[in-house]
């Protein structure tokens, strides 16, 4: 029978137990080992049973024992201890705090996400975006930069997936209960629920309570529509994470940004904890609480063009995505139908919305609001993820930027990191820690430090390989575990599946392909030719081993196709002990998976993949990594610590024959370079070539793709800036500018370069020789404080174009003249050999400027008519 009423009852905890309470609630046990053990030694049992989930253990517990322990002096003494621990860590002065008074940062930063992973206890994730995002807030707790997170809490997160007998993919949707997970609803004063509220079309609200989830010292808020007071429809907002049709996805997404925004005045309002100076917006989603911010400022007197540029000046804007097809794009009506005096922001006038969004500019679809788009325009300082990255993003989106070479749209980046306490196996950490100490080993997996790193250089190479093959050996017992239980939910029998116990070999080369199943990311490339991976994986004497893991969406049935592609083929009883397919990858499967590789493999169509974490975690466990030189190997690959897959990008268009190229490079890599370096052996019997890539990728990898590092960077390039731009933009000053902006905009149409000379007589000159450039200029009006007139010189290709160019400012010499002309002036040295040229230009120019192409104007002369040629150096 079916209860028709579910309650959550919760143990009581004697007093002497209550900090297990508290310990439980703040999420820092995820990536402390020392909590964790002491919750382990409550009940071992119970502790496995509860997939190592303190809240769900404390109430499973039984009352005995929980008096048992109470009147444990030695379990009494630890709690006292860990919970010490927690008190120091989360009122302690911290990297941020030796920071903050010399360098003016932040307050406090405000980061909002659609999803966050922080611990599979708390399955708010899909994959990498989410991963990050919590990988970020616990760095930022390690650091004590003065964060708060902002998400949904989703009652069925995103999905747990198995698979039928033929391979399909299955979804699952278990409820999950917040009274069963670390979280905790936030309270007024009064005791009563925090609540936000949206308005929607038809007079109707969306109401959501907020829950707080405590990361070590960083408050994550996680907004709930499934409340009593919405209607059925409205209830349901949060329901799924990345599920629905496009008005539920435009409904969780105004909740995330406006909510969001709305939730976090309630949480400084009622915990004293001070507002946030800088909004961060991981990736578009969130997009909407620039509206919401510029709402609060137009409440406050400004109009909406200085409540833009004041909200501006303190945003930072992440995307994520290389391809537009990953970007929340929406129907113009739609968004226009939430907005406005029947709906949500009924002050704010519609067209000045959908202006934020829409895509104004060559090759944009009209009709379409675009999130990404308003997170650039929302957002004076934007990056991506990885140098690349960053690189296809400033082309991607330099429509927004006409008349700006790609390089020079105002996009940076910071590459993305990893949280080494989570990702870090503990028996990786204990040989660290035997080799310079627990306290420095902690230090280097948070605060970094290339120094702690080198001592890696000391371990002998016994100890290494012997900790690789205890790895290994525990991925082949959770592999045997998952693959079992796979196949009961399969419908096979336990007399069928004996040969389970053969799978995997703790001695065989070990490669993991673990990650989401977009067709870019090419699960099955490995596939392209089965007769040759079929004799990579029975090699009589260098045999591989291949575990993979991933999810399709569960609209994408083009990738629950490749899916059951590779899952029939593991299926194969002659490879079925080489190769598995493990269903429902998730954190807890990820944490026993990158330290049991030692390979780890990624074949993504370059340069598709932003950034791609899962080889960073493979890689702060010792694994090496395999990949196309995408994402960040593309930025730190070295020959030393792995193999970089050749990628066929002169080959064509074709994608098959693209495929084939590049299936056999990979091929060729394992069978002529991989398989020979791990089961080659030294005079000791070591793979002692093996084992120094192993070392190196320890040394030289681990400080970089820290998400401490990761962090110091946003905090030092991004969030110091943002928050000093946000303390120059006072009312007067944002007004300032929203005047000035539209002055020069109205203007530029009539700015123009009229003429360029050089003291040059011929068109070739010595290396060293410094002209004198004379330019005139029309300014319509405008004033020389209003623009920089600009040289930009360097090499040019055979098409005349400058590359890597070299911008000098010119000084106004005179004017106006009669005709409202200036004259500017300025040396031009010529300091490289070889064909090379120079170009005049002008941008506006303002001190509240972050950058001179953020108008994305720029006036430059007209070929017919203007001097400005090339020279020839010798």
Known sequence: MKAIRRFTVRPVLPEPLRPLSDLARNLRWSWHADTRDLFQSVDPERWAASERDPVRLLGSVSAERLTELAEDSRFLRRLTEVAGDLADYVGGDRWYQTQAAERELPAAVAYFSPEFGVTAALPQYSGGLGILAGDHLKSASDLGVPLIGVGLLYRHGYFRQ???????????????????????????????????????????????????????????????????????????????????????????????????????????????????????????????????????????GLDFDAGLEAVRAGTVFTTHTPVPAGIDRFDRELVARHFGPEAELPRMDVQHILSLGMETYPGGEPNLFNMAVMGLRLGQRANGVSLLH??????????????????????????????????????????????????????ALTVGGSDRWDAVAEIPDQDIWELRRELREQLVVEVRERLHASWRQRGAGSAELGWIDGVLDPDVLTIGFAR???????????????????????????????????????????????????????????VRHRIVFLPDYGMAMAQKL????????????????????????????????????????????????????????????????????????????????VTPRFYERGQDGLPDRWIEMVRQTLTLLGPKVLAGRMVREYVERLYAPA???????TP???????????????????????????????????????????????????????????????????????????TVPLKPAGGPDAEGHWLYEGPLELDRTGPYGYTVRILPAHRLLASGAELGLVAVPVEDGVEGAGVLMR
């Open 162 to 300: 198995s698979l039928s007998r033929d391979g399909w993919q299955q979804e699952h949707y278990p409820v999950l209960d917040p009274n069963e997970l670390p979280v905790a609803l936030l309270r007024e004063e009064d005791g009563s629920p925090a609540q936000v509220s949206l308005a929607l079309p038809g007079g109707r609200s969306l109401h959501a309570r907020i829950w707080l989830a405590q990361v070590g010292r960083v408050p994550l808020l996680m907004l709930d529509s499934d409340v009593e007071e919405n209607d059925l429809g409205e209830r349901g907002v949060t329901d799924v994470l990345y599920g629905g049709g496009s008005e539920h996805r435009l409904l969780q997404e105004m909740l995330l940004g406006i909510g969001g925004v709305r939730a976090v005045r309630t949480y400084c309002r009622l915990t004293g904890h001070p507002e946030p100076e800088v909004f961060h917006t991981n990736e578009g989603h969130a997009g909407f609480l620039g509206l919401e911010r510029i709402a609060e400022l137009c409440d406050a």
């Open 390 to 443: 960053g690189q296809v993003s400033r082309e991607m989106f330099s429509g927004l930027w006409p008349g700006f070479d790609p390089e020079e749209v105002p996009i940076t980046s910071v590459t993305n990191g990893v949280h080494a306490p989570t990702w870090v196996a503990p028996e990786v950490f204990r040989l660290g820690a035997r080799q310079i100490g627990a306290s420095r080993t902690e230090d």
């Open 516 to 574: 989401r199943v977009p067709s870019y990311k090419r699960l099955t490339l490995m596939l392209r030719d089965r007769d040759r991976l079929m004799d990579l994986l029975l090699h009589p004497d260098h045999p591989i081993q291949i575990v993979v893991a991933g999810k399709a969406h569960p609209a994408d049935d083009g990738g629950k196709r490749l899916v059951q592609e590779l899952v029939k083929f593991a299926d194969d009883p002659r």
């Open 594 to 673: 990158y330290p049991g590789c030692d390979i780890w493999l990624n074949n993504p169509l370059r340069p598709l993949e932003a950034c791609g974490t899962s080889g960073m975690k493979a890689a702060l466990n010792g694994c090496l990594n395999l990949s196309v030189l995408d994402g960040w190997w593309d930025e730190w690959f070295q020959p030393d610590f792995g193999w970089a897959i050749p990628t066929a990008d002169g080959t064509g268009t074709d994608p098959d024959h693209r495929d084939d190229v590049e299936a056999a490079a990979l091929y060729d890599l394992l069978e002529q370079r």
């Open 723 to 729: 928050a000093h731009a946000h303390r120059a933009m």
């Open 732 to 806: 007067d000053a944002a007004r300032e500018l929203a005047a000035w902006k539209g002055r020069v905009r109205a203007a530029w149409h009539g700015v123009t370069v009229d003429h360029v000379e050089t003291s040059a007589a011929t068109a070739t000159a010595e290396l060293g020789t410094t002209l004198n450039l004379r330019v005139r200029v029309g300014l319509a009006g405008l004033a020389p404080d209003d623009v920089e007139v600009q040289a930009v010189s360097g090499r040019v290709d055979p098409e005349d174009r400058i590359g890597d160019a070299v």
